[in-house]
């Protein structure tokens, strides 16, 4: 049972529903096809996914029911086993729908989506609330025979139990139903608070009349521009969409400072244009309930509740790792900032350097110190380059090699899949490659795991996908990606990797379903490899030529350049994420709270936050990085601090180090605490000087370690 199937950790409770109605719903079949069964996308229909869901949760429901209705005294066999094989209806149904709800998310989809938020929110909640579910899991955690248990088992125990207490168990009938109802409404407004944020997305778009607004971008964006002005009916006009792929790059070379300004203003204000969409009223509503629910558990905040389970263990460990990187960034900052103005003062601007100038500035301060225009190396890469990249990488450290998949049903046509087998041949799982924006798609870039691989019913091969926004190019023209973008993919991938090194028994247990501020870990590190190079060298333009040298060593020389701009920018968001979550039940004027908190930060007034507070999907979207968004920042220590054994050991490739990292890291998922993986690979706890050398700043004398 993967209790954290859908919206979280927030599965729930409805009427049953006759399984009868099973074999006439394709989507409850079970799956079938060589690779150990593929979801059958071909036969998805929308109206389908309600019943389909309602009689899976009924069935889950069932055989809840078969475990607690067991006489003998429970033992892991006669009660944790059997919830590890339950919901198996449910996972394959929930997959799916997660499919259509991140990249097919058309009206007629959201009516279903939100009509379904509270029915399986109250579902999790039956099952944690259950309280003779929770006998049985508490008497297997307090009984003297755990002790016989293997690691990975006593693991397990100690997970169920943690998460159904965190979640309720232990509380009064009256209290249950209390923080039962609380996520019935959060449930519902996690739903309108995406739902809100892609409709901003889709209905505002920057339109240009004018060719002479687009100087400064290459022909490739000015083209995609274009084209975007002819799929939606304004031809001869140059439409710029309000998504990060389509922004980021116009901000950054768009010389028309009037255009940047109103994208800039279109962009940050998703989520917070007043009217229907507007998430403010929700976000106030989204953290009183939290934390009511928090206090209902028993801790002071939601802070203190959602991160006594992770590495961090307290909001004040996390604020103090946030700040000791937000104070050297602001400081670089500032320092920044006066070159890019004297930029300005010298082309004889009368303006002080501003939000939408800052990537614009930024990137001619770049080419003016280091000679290096970012533009001249996104022809190097293609996207069918970077990604054969990304299969090298993972084969030289994993052994890993990918194929094509050519008659397994996708659910849109630009989606490829691919067979992964490993050094023996052996099929691992597969991945599925979603690189495209489209209407209906969330923005951004992610992961998923369709079905997680474990041993525990038979060996289950896992199937996970990454998903993109990238812009398409001209028919017959190579897709090519910033640097940064390719970036992103590699970090993607890295969570892809994850999900396709594990070797665990339990499902629960395997691959990414770990701790929030250590699941970043594997995929953040995976940003490194790009950058080797050997993978360089894979990166040709349309005539086959190879990134040069001499740009190379560019790129090289200017390695830390602006960092500080993207360190204050995530850590603006992070420290936000953390003060709304321990603020308690003191109601939040959104727009308020975010102005009054980054003044008292000395939030420098070029820069805002990359996700503002009404468009902070991965807090606001669902609670997966609610009061945990600073777990980036925790792993991206974990990352720096791991590659430097590879660099010590001689190389990025290193095959011992390669092995421990497969062997203590990516191969065990949730099935080692996760600082003790990490003192298994590394030898000791992380410190925070790799990370702080990583991005040009000062480290001190003694680098404490992360948790310190």
Not at 485 to 504: C, P, R, Y
Request: proline share 6%; charged share 20%.
């Amino acid at each position: 049972m993967k209790l954290s199937l859908l919206i979280g950790a927030c599965l729930l409770a409805i009427a049953a529903v006759p399984t009868a109605a099973a074999p006439s719903n394709p989507l409850l079949a079970p799956w079938t096809g060589p690779y150990g069964g593929e979801p059958n996308f071909a036969t998805v229909k929308i109206a389908d996914f309600a019943p389909a869901l309602d009689a899976a949760m009924a069935e889950n429901l069932a055989e809840i029911d078969a475990i607690t209705a067991n006489k003998a005294a429970p033992t892991f066999e006669n009660t944790i086993v059997p919830l590890e094989k339950s919901g198996a209806a449910l996972n394959r149904v929930g997959a799916i729908f997660g499919v259509w709800s991140g990249n097919l998310k058309s009206p007629e989809f959201q009516k279903v989506e939100i009509a379904m938020a509270p029915k399986l929110s109250a579902f999790g909640d039956r099952i944690t609330q259950n309280p003779a579910l929770f006998a049985r899991i508490d008497a297997v955690y307090n009984s003297p025979a755990k002790a016989k248990l293997t690691p990975e088992q006593q693991r397990l125990v100690w997970v169920y139990w943690m998460r159904f207490t965190q979640q309720g168990a232990k509380l009064s009938p009256a209290a249950k139903a209390e923080f039962a109802a609380n996520n019935e409404k959060l449930a519902t407004l996690y739903t309108r608070f995406q739902q809100n944020e892609l409709a901003d997305e889709e209905s505002y778009v920057l339109t240009l009349d004018s060719k002479a607004q687009l100087s400064g971008l290459t022909p490739a964006q000015v083209a995609a521009a274009a084209a975007e002005g002819v799929k939606r009916g304004q031809p001869g006009k140059w439409l710029i969409t309000n998504t990060r792929s389509s922004m980021e790059p116009f901000l950054t070379y768009a010389d028309d400072r009037a255009a940047r300004e109103k994208g800039f203003a279109m962009w940050t204000k998703r989520g917070d244009n007043g009217g229907a969409t507007d998430n403010n009223a929700i976000v106030t509503q989204i953290l009183h309930l939290r934390a009511a629910n928090a206090k209902l558990i028993g801790y002071p905040t939601y802070a203190h509740w959602q991160i006594a389970s992770k590495m961090a263990k307290t909001p004040d460990n996390a604020l103090a790792l946030e700040l000791a990187a937000w104070k050297p960034a602001v400081a670089q900052v500032k320092q920044d900032v006066a070159v890019m103005q004297a930029v300005v003062d010298k082309d004889g601007g009368t303006f002080k350097i501003a939000p939408w100038d800052y990537r614009y500035y930024a990137e001619k301060v770049r080419k003016a110190k280091y000679n290096l225009d970012l533009n001249e190396v996104k022809p190097y890469l293609q996207l069918d380059h970077v990604r054969a990249a990304m299969f090298f990488a993972a084969g030289k450290l994993y052994g890993f090699t990918f194929t094509q998949v050519h008659g397994l049903p996708v659910f849109h046509p630009d989606v490829t899949v691919w067979e992964v087998k490993g050094r023996d041949g052996k099929h691992v799982g597969l991945w599925y490659f979603d690189p495209y924006a489209r209407p209906g798609k969330n923005s951004g870039a992610w992961m998923n795991a369709y079905r997680e691989q474990s041993r525990v019913d038979g060996d289950v091969p896992t199937i996970v996908s990454n998903n993109a926004n990238f812009i398409k190019a001209d028919p017959g023209q190579p897709v090519t990606l910033s640097f940064d973008d390719a970036k992103t993919m590699f970090h993607e991938f890295g969570h892809a990797l994850h999900g396709l090194n594990s070797n665990v028994v339990y499902p629960t247990l395997s691959g990414t379903n770990t701790v929030r501020d250590f699941v970043e870990f594997p995929s953040q590190l995976n940003e490194n490899w790009f950058t080797t190079p050997e993978v360089q060298a894979m990166l040709v333009n349309a005539q086959g030529e190879p990134l040069p040298t001499d740009l190379i060593a560019k790129i090289k020389r200017a390695d830390t350049f602006n960092a500080a701009f993207g360190v204050v920018e995530a850590q603006a968001s992070a420290i936000v994420d953390l003060k709304l979550h321990l603020a308690g039940d003191v109601p939040i004027d959104p727009k308020a709270f975010e102005s009054t908190t980054l003044a008292e930060l000395g939030m420098p007034s070029e820069i805002v936050m990359r996700h503002r507070i009404p468009q902070f999907g991965h807090v606001f979207a669902g609670d997966g990085y609610a009061a945990g968004y600073y777990g980036y920042l925790w792993a991206a220590v974990l990352d720096h601090d791991a590659f430097e054994a590879f660099t010590e050991a001689g190389g990025p490739y290193d095959p011992v180090v390669a092995k421990r990292l497969h062997d203590t890291i990516t191969s065990v998922g949730n099935t080692v605490d996760p600082a003790v993986a990490f003192r298994n690979f590394r030898g000791r706890d992380p410190k925070v000087g790799a990370y702080l050398r990583s991005m040009g700043f000062p480290v001190p004398v003694a680098t404490p370690a992360t948790g310190s």
